[in-house]
């Protein structure tokens, strides 16, 4: 059996909706002869004739008068299927949304994010887990519907990628710490004990790759695998880190920061995301949520 054509539905709609074939063209810009031709075809595929004269107009017949409703409804039904989806009743919503991150961003951000979603849609939970690696496995997989971080090599090329915020690299040491009394040259930074960052426990990183250069090496003195690790320990000790000036904002209270003396690239926090949901409107509501609450904290 041979499909029917689905484009008659929405010709049957108007003719039944007009009952005349003038005006029925007029509204699919069609002439009067193209409408007559789809009517003959309407009643040859229904088997029914559908208008038929009296006097001089036309009336439905009963089987007509029987699909006017339903095929109505399935012309409004497929054109909102194929129209472009539209943001829901934010405060009707009900959705949870993963996001994968490292501890500090939810520390930083988190509680502004959560107030932020709540105060528009109080039925969306934020659930947030953390981020051991830059596999892009779990985005690809649907398991977590966002991610931030710094872009590496190993992130699946299809994921969609939006730089949320910069950061440089600071020094950073307990108030009072001999290197900052006098100016930190490349030589006396160098020079001092070291908390090196890693979460890989690589011994040596951008700083130390600067250095090079210059002929110097870093006195690395202990690794750790996060920077607020870091940051405790040179709060307790003499040692200094290196770490994300607006990534430890509130960590540093009470310390000492410094500008390095060499020439580090800063690095970009983006926005990770699986393009199967680039075009889901309460996505993007919630990926416009994360990338104001950042920016409003620089």
Known sequence: MSRPDLNLLITLDVLLAEGNVARAARRLNLSPSAMSRSLAR?????????????????????RALELREQVSQLVHDAEAVLRPAQLPDLTQLVRTFTLRS????????G????????????????????KLDRESTLLRDGLVDLETGVVGTTMGP?????????????????????????????????????IHVSRRGFDHGPVDEA????????????IVGEFSSAVALARASDMVATVPERHTGNLRDGMQSFSLPVAVPDITVSLLWHPRSHAD??????????????ASDI
């Open 42 to 62: 309407l009643r040859d595929t229904t088997g029914d004739p559908l208008l038929v004269r009296a006097g001089r107009g036309l009336v439905p017949t009963p």
């Open 102 to 109: 490292r501890e500090r961003f939810v520390e930083t951000f």
């Open 158 to 194: 299809e994921v969609k990628v939006q730089a949320l915020f910069r950061d440089r690299f600071i020094g950073v040491v307990q108030r009072g710490h001999p290197l900052v009394r006098h100016p930190v040259t490349p030589a006396r930074y160098a020079a001092a004990r070291h």
């Open 281 to 294: 409107p309460v996505h993007r509501w919630l990926r416009d949520c994360v990338r104001e609450v950042c």
């Open 111 to 130: 509680a502004a994010l959560v107030a932020r979603v709540a105060s528009e849609a109080p039925g969306v939970r934020l659930r947030f887990v953390p």
């Open 211 to 222: 250095l090079v250069p210059l002929g110097l090496t870093r006195n690395v003195v202990t």
